[in-house]
Nanobody, 116 residues
């Protein structure tokens, strides 16, 4: 079974840092795109960053460019999202995501709260 398990959320003050982790199982993520979405209260889920597991290419939402970095450890089947200079508007539940064929898979979400 495909599974994604996210962790690493927490509460920080503006300007702080967090690193989210996502462990993937049940598929070879080096063959797929894996990334992070977030959903703030009352807002739609939005893409934050993703990485092509095959060639390592990365994409970032404009709102996080220069502050967030996505990386992976293929041996551990882990994907990370390093977040620095966090802002209150980054407050959301963050989800790890991948798509295999026509199916979307989501981790359970991890809460990030940034206070001003």
């Amino acid at each position: 079974d495909v599974q994604l398990q996210a962790s690493g959320g927490g509460s920080v003050q503006a300007g702080g840092s967090l690193r989210l982790s996502c462990v993937a199982s049940g598929f070879n993520f080096e063959q797929y795109i894996i990334g992070w979405f977030r959903q703030a209260p009352g807002k739609e889920r939005e893409g934050v960053s993703c990485m092509d597991g095959y060639d390592g290419r990365t994409v970032y939402a404009d709102s996080v460019k220069g502050r967030f970095t996505i990386s992976s450890d293929s041996a551990k089947k882990m994907v990370y999202l390093q977040m620095i200079n966090l802002k209150p508007e980054d407050t959301a539940v963050y989800y790890c995501h991948t798509r295999l064929g026509h199916s979307d898979y989501w981790g359970q979400g991890t809460q990030v709260t940034v206070s001003s």
